[in-house]
């Protein structure tokens, strides 16, 4: 069993790390570093990871339907095969602002990705792609598109703009992948960036907070239930894995840190359980 304090994975110390998701048909956990263009597969157990280079750096990851891997890397979508190779699956619109930042799939398989820029403008989008159906945008003026999550019993999704120091809540209807009735949700102080999230079993948001050391666990009613410290400053995201999901992963970055736990990968039991990862439907 893992300790409640977060202990490290292996010896990588990615440059930003992201974007954590459990296999738990490889026994794996795969995540990327957007820094140095690298997708990452970790055996837990022994911290042993693989490390495949990238033609761009990645915003995110997810499985698919099919065994292959789907990855965010600038405007494309695109998969990594179970055989290896790279393919296209979509490119956004034409004239889109930003490149693919933070992304998951709802339970219906389609994939919710967002976008981002260096400059912090409000231009950005948050984007929904469906097989057969391309990408349609779902919400607009964003700056900095971050961490996605859904409640447990899909009638909720909650949503990250960095820049705005906040959780946003749509109600969520799953049969149509609509969203409506934006409204924040939790607001942090100015200087606490909030970044990548997950929902646990029981509906609490699990939120890594770039620059403050921490992963912040918000009840389902929006109170904070408890912080997580991790022993580097910029914290990115973080996801529930291992076995039954009671082990909550943490990704960091080495972004103007200079210590000897940035930018490792971090595992915590915090007592909670996760949720399964919900898998992109990829056209047949």
């Not at 495949?52 to 292959?68: E, F, K, N």
């Not at 929904?128 to 859904?150: E, K, V, Y």
């Not at 991790?230 to 909550?248: E, H, K, N």
Request: charged content about 20%; proline content about 6%.
């Amino acid at each position: 069993m893992r300790s409640a304090v977060p202990e490290h994975v292996g010896d990588i110390r990615a440059g930003l790390g992201e974007g954590p998701v459990w296999d738990a048909e490889r026994n794996r956990l795969v995540w990327i570093d957007i820094r140095h263009h690298r997708l990452y597969t970790t055996d837990v157990a022994s911290g042993d990871t693989m490390q495949r280079d990238l033609p761009d750096a990645p915003g995110c990851v997810a499985l698919a339907d099919d065994g292959a891997l789907v990855l965010g890397i600038g405007q494309q979508l695109l998969t990594i095969t179970a055989g290896g190779s790279l393919q296209e699956v979509a490119d956004l619109p034409e004239a889109s602002i930003g490149r693919f930042n933070d992304g998951k799939p709802d339970a219906a398989g389609r994939f919710w990705v967002g976008t981002a820029t260096s400059d912090g403008h409000y231009e950005c989008s948050l984007w929904r792609h469906g097989a057969g159906q391309g990408f349609n945008q779902m919400a607009a003026g964003i700056s900095m598109s971050n961490g996605l999550g859904w409640s447990p019993d899909g009638t909720e999704m909650y949503y990250v703009d960095s820049m705005t120091h906040r959780i946003d809540v749509f109600d969520f209807d799953l049969p149509t992948g609509s969203v409506s009735n934006r409204r924040p949700w939790v607001s942090l102080p100015e200087g606490q960036l909030p970044d990548g999230l997950c929902v646990d079993a029981e509906g609490c948001v699990w939120l890594a907070v770039w620059g403050q050391s921490c992963v912040i666990c918000f009840a389902p009613n929006g109170m904070e239930e408890r912080r997580i410290k991790v022993p580097t400053p910029m914290v990115t995201s973080c996801a529930f894995g291992g076995q039954d999901y009671r082990t909550l992963f943490i990704t960091t970055a080495c972004e103007d840190v200079d210590d000897p736990h940035a930018g490792r990968l971090f595992a915590a039991d915090t007592g909670s359980k996760g949720l399964q990862p919900d898998r992109v439907r990829l056209a047949r």
